[in-house]
């Protein structure tokens, strides 16, 4: 098939299929998967316009809602860590849709950029899961053994299922809350300003910023991914639909290149990635974040070199 305004010819089959297999992992950790979704149209589909930062965002829009509802459900979204994150990075998505456009119109220099954001996020992955992931101290947080790599800890919870968060502190200065037994606390303000940056990033990359801030809540402010994963995907949501509408009216102003998103591409892309999100969110307290986190970081690392040495060459 097709599609005219990406230039891709592909068979109907093939966007579903990449996007449900990259989703089901990813979205165990609270990504959504679109940072491996936009390495695989521009290689493989040969999708590089500024364009395809749009329909990756596109992409978000339509997948992400099936996995949040899944935490939400299953009662691990935490609602005023997903208020900040989508209020932090919403401005920085505007700001990356014309640093997109702007700075990064060719396929050379956009790889080089898409290279370097993945290698950032890898290279941390793999410091991660080599040092076991240790949690910072909290305070107030008991003297508990550390989590698995990647903040994954199965627990038990009454009734024999999966412990719940409940929320016990939300304000403008602390967000608090409490998940199987132990006490997260951390700084609003803080949390604001890292998502502001990442939407930037997000925003340029067309990725919506999950990728990036789910390791920074596992690793800077000691959150478990057990629970961050849902208000990730939350805000990534949010800043997808600010992205998508941003692109769409940036791109009268840019007749002589693609800016507006592949609209069709994009709805199989999600489509997949909606089924995708709901088994992954499903299945994540069964799976070892060890061997996900794992698998994660070499495939990121194996792309962004491949893009730095191409773009480099």
Request: with cysteine; charged share 10%.
């Amino acid at each position: 098939m097709y599609f005219p305004i990406s230039g891709v010819e592909t068979p109907l089959w093939l966007p579903p299929l990449a996007a449900f297999i990259v989703s089901f992992f990813t979205s165990m950790g609270g990504v959504s998967g679109a940072f491996l979704l936009l390495p695989f149209q521009m290689s493989f589909l040969g999708y590089a316009s500024p364009s395809v930062s749009a329909t990756n965002q596109l992409f978000n829009v339509v997948a992400t809602p099936s996995g949040v509802y899944r935490y939400f459900r299953e009662g691990r979204l935490v609602w005023p860590l997903a208020a900040v994150v989508a209020a932090g990075t919403l401005p920085g998505v505007f700001l990356g849709a014309v640093a997109r456009v702007a700075w990064f119109p060719n396929a050379d220099s956009f790889r080089l950029f898409a290279g370097i954001v993945l290698l950032y996020i890898g290279v941390k992955m793999a410091r991660d899961l080599l040092r076991g992931s240790p949690r910072p101290a909290r305070a107030g947080a008991p003297n508990r053994p550390s989590e698995s790599p990647g903040g994954f800890k199965p627990q038990a919870g009454e009734g024999g299922g999966a412990p719940k968060v409940r929320v016990t502190r939300c304000s403008w200065s602390r967000i608090g809350y409490e998940f199987g037994g132990e006490r997260y606390d951390f700084s609003t303000p803080g949390i604001f300003a890292l998502c502001f940056v990442v939407g930037v990033v997000g925003g340029t990359y067309g990725i919506g910023g999950g990728s990036i801030i789910a390791p920074f809540f596992v690793t800077v402010f000691g959150l478990p991914v057990y629970t961050v994963a849902g208000a990730a995907l939350l805000g990534t949501f949010i800043t997808s639909v600010a992205g998508v509408v941003f692109f769409q009216v940036l791109a009268p102003l840019h007749p002589s290149m693609a800016v507006a998103p592949d609209w069709m591409l994009g709805l199989l892309f999600g489509l997949g990635g909606m089924a995708g999100m709901y088994l992954g969110a499903r299945l994540q307290k069964r799976v070892p974040a060890r061997i996900i986190k794992g698998m994660l970081t070499a495939i990121v690392l194996a792309a962004a070199m491949r893009y730095v040495f191409k773009a480099l060459a």
